[in-house]
């Protein structure tokens, strides 16, 4: 977690029901992807997490989630462009208990990532390099 200090936020997304995070260190590309819930606080106000998904932004209830016109992209694409524009960087990281994830950019803005299921080969959370096979997950035994 520590060597994502300093690291430039270069996008929120997902892909199906992941939420990721995307970073750019020095000579590496990171990524998050949360398969648990997931959220992103500015101050006390939560601007998305991963409930949001469930509900669409606009068009058709049926298809928003498969068009990726849900409540969480909007607000992925719209904070995406705001740390683009203002290079949004990594100030701290934390694993917790139960691989809990804390990451606190500037801006004042905080990732939360909450692991919470029990099973020991379901993965929560995956972070990694781009492009290459070093990876952490959570739980370790989900990658075996």
Same mark, same amino acid.
């Not at 690291?7 to 995070?21: D, G, P, Y």
């Not at 989630?65 to 203002?86: C, I, N, P, S, W």
């Not at 950019?105 to 379901?122: H, M, N, Q, T, Y």
């Given at each position: ?27 590496? #590309?990171? *990524?998050?992807? =949360? ?11 939560? /601007?998305? +997490? ?9 068009g ?26 203002? #290079?949004? *960087?990594?100030? =701290?990281a ?7 994830l804390?990451?606190? /950019?500037s +801006? ?26 070093n ?10």
């Amino acid at each position: 977690m520590a060597r994502l200090a300093g690291c430039r936020v270069t996008e929120f997304s997902r892909t199906l029901n992941i939420a990721i995070v995307g970073f750019q260190g020095e000579d590496v #590309e990171k *990524r998050l992807h =949360a398969q648990c819930p997931f959220r992103v606080t500015h101050r006390e106000q939560i /601007l998305f +997490g991963s409930v949001d998904m469930r509900y669409r932004d606009t068009g058709d209830p049926e298809t928003a989630f498969d068009e990726y016109r849900t409540k969480y992209d909007r607000q992925a694409r719209q904070l995406t462009g705001m740390v683009a524009e203002h #290079e949004c *960087r990594v100030e =701290a990281a934390a694993l917790g208990t139960a691989g809990t994830l804390s990451v606190r /950019l500037s +801006g004042p803005i905080l990732i939360e990532v909450f692991p919470a299921c029990a099973g020991r080969d379901v993965e929560q959370w995956r972070l990694f390099d781009w492009h290459t096979d070093n990876h952490v997950v959570f739980p370790d035994s989900a990658d075996r």
